[in-house]
Antibody, heavy 124, light 109 residues
Framework: QVQLQQSGPGLVKPSQTLSITCDIS??????????WNWIRQSPSRGLEWLGR?????????DYAISVKSRATISPDTSKNQFSLQLNSVTPEDAAVYYC??????????????WGQGTLVTVSP | EIVLTQSPGTLSLSPGERATLSCRAS???????LVWYQQKPGQAPRLVMY???SRATGIPDRFSASGSGTDFSLTISRLEPEDFAVYYC??????????FGQGTKVEIK
């Protein structure tokens, strides 16, 4: 059973960088049959997929257009975790951020395991 | 990008009643790539249904899904107290981005 445990600050100042980490247990960030995603949820945007990292002989990333220029999702194989960095945050980035596991092939975006969520507030 | 519209926004029912939640897509999609999640207050979403009619691990058989084309539904045959929550549909293709509906809240009447 896969478990995802998130960590990171809940308060970020405007224009600074949001950084959240997701520790994986029960699977490997380097798995060839999984993808590791970030999804956020806010009252104004609902559930919004932000991006993913996955390994298929090499590392790949995809990002939502809304955050592509500001987001970086990185795996850390030594710690079996992955992280989200979002630069230049504004109040519109305030949300609950979730990490989630997806599959591969036809299960690529079936998110069957989720982290507990990190409430991010953007305020001076 | 496919837009998913869920209705109703809120469904007020009593335990034991049948709940039918709707998810309409802005264009025809395959039911194989339509997913349903359940979310309770303060918790992350939980996978409920996927692949047209497959229940996720631990989901009881009172949950079922159906639909094709642009109209899909999630049915809970007899509501139990633990079923009162917000339900989201999600569509995906082989490449991102992937989108969610805005949710239907099933509340106790």
């Amino acid at each position: 059973q896969v478990q995802l445990q998130q960590s990171g600050p809940g308060l970020v100042k405007p224009s600074q960088t949001l950084s959240i980490t997701c520790d994986i247990s029960g699977d490997s960030v380097s798995s060839n049959s999984a993808s590791w995603n970030w999804i956020r949820q806010s009252p104004s945007r609902g559930l919004e997929w932000l991006g993913r990292t996955y390994y298929r002989s090499k590392w790949y990333n995809d990002y939502a257009i809304s955050v592509k220029s500001r987001a970086t999702i990185s795996p850390d194989t030594s710690k079996n975790q992955f992280s989200l960095q979002l630069n230049s945050v504004t109040p519109e980035d305030a949300a609950v951020y979730y990490c989630a596991k997806g599959g591969s092939g036809w299960t690529v975006a079936i998110f069957d395991s989720w982290g507990q969520g990190t409430l991010v507030t953007v305020s001076p | 990008e496919i837009v998913l519209t869920q209705s109703p926004g809120t469904l007020s029912l009593s335990p034991g009643e049948r709940a039918t939640l709707s998810c309409r897509a802005s264009q025809s999609v395959s039911s194989n790539y339509l997913v349903w999640y359940q979310q309770k207050p303060g918790q992350a979403p939980r996978l409920v249904m996927y692949g047209a009619s497959s229940r996720a691990t631990g989901i009881p058989d009172r949950f079922s899904a159906s639909g094709s084309g642009t109209d899909f539904s999630l049915t809970i045959s007899r509501l139990e107290p633990e079923d009162f929550a917000v339900y989201y549909c999600q569509h995906y293709g082989m490449t991102p981005p992937w989108t969610f509906g805005q949710g239907t809240k099933v509340e106790i009447k």
